[in-house]
């Protein structure tokens, strides 16, 4: 029985192309969400990863000297060139040359400059709580994002109501709910049907993430507490990047398992296909523009949709939501 409402799903009710639309969306989204810092130029970008090689990792005294060593450097070197300038236009060189050298000596330290302030942001960060709290490279913030997946919300909200809703129209709902026994077996494949459907995707979907996040970050750091992400600074929870990157796939799924069966209900009730739709993502997406952390209703289901607003304690770093995206 399951197997013939399975087949009928994806072929009959054309779940399997909008699988695998849903997918290749997806790619094209995350590729975006996960896409490679760009750096000014290939030489801060080279600053950047040789910083990143010798202070990545736990924040200790040693690093941390060497943090300040160079703080004060490139700041020194910055008032120091100033200062050229200033004499240069006063005459206060005795020959081009003498200018030369010395703008030379100044600019190849005032060059690590950009690529410092990075390295600067996450060590102020780390340095709150050593702890917990590790010096990371960028490249693990699109996990962070706080704003449901239309795209997969969109999938789950249509494939069932429309493959309940055909059911109803064509009285088949009615007719398995009049009979016992085998027609609640019936009713039953088609629920578990839904229900596989949705697993897959979800799957896909976090695993086409994961080789993103993989792809975009030393394998090391996924083993960093999650905390070294200044978004979820404040988690309580001491689990590290890769374990959160689970859990939040794990508490979107039973989010969308909620959302399945609130879509099934109300299309039991209502069986018109404009109410079916709206009222499921309607429930979802209110909570995103309209409740906050401060508010109750920010944790009932369809908030794991977010998920992870439900680990990152409290606020402390925003991270882009939707309504950002959409304005940019």
Known sequence: MFRLEMKKLLIKQYALPALILLVILEMIFLSFQYSKYEFANEITQEYYHNYMTYLQGKLDSQKEQYILAERESISSAEA????????????????ENEYSAELVRLRSVMEKSDAFDLVYECYTHAAQNTENRYIIPIGAEGMCRDYPDILMLIFVVAVSSVYFLTEESSGMITLIRSCSGKGKNVFSAKICAVFSLIVTAQLLISLCEFCFLWNNIDKNVLLYPVQSLRYFGNCKLSISIVSTFVIIQLLKLIGYIF?????????????????????PLACSLLQQFVFTEQSKAYYLPTGLLRATGYLRGAVSYTHLTLPTILLV
């Not at 200062?83 to 060189?93: R, S």
């Not at 069966?261 to 109410?275: A, C, D, N, Q």
């Open 259 to 279: 959302i399945l069966m609130l879509t099934v209900l109300v299309s039991s009730v209502s069986k018109k296909p404009v109410f079916t739709a709206a009222m």
């Open 80 to 95: 120091d060139y100033i200062t050229v300038q200033n004499k240069m236009m006063n005459g206060g060189f005795s020959d």
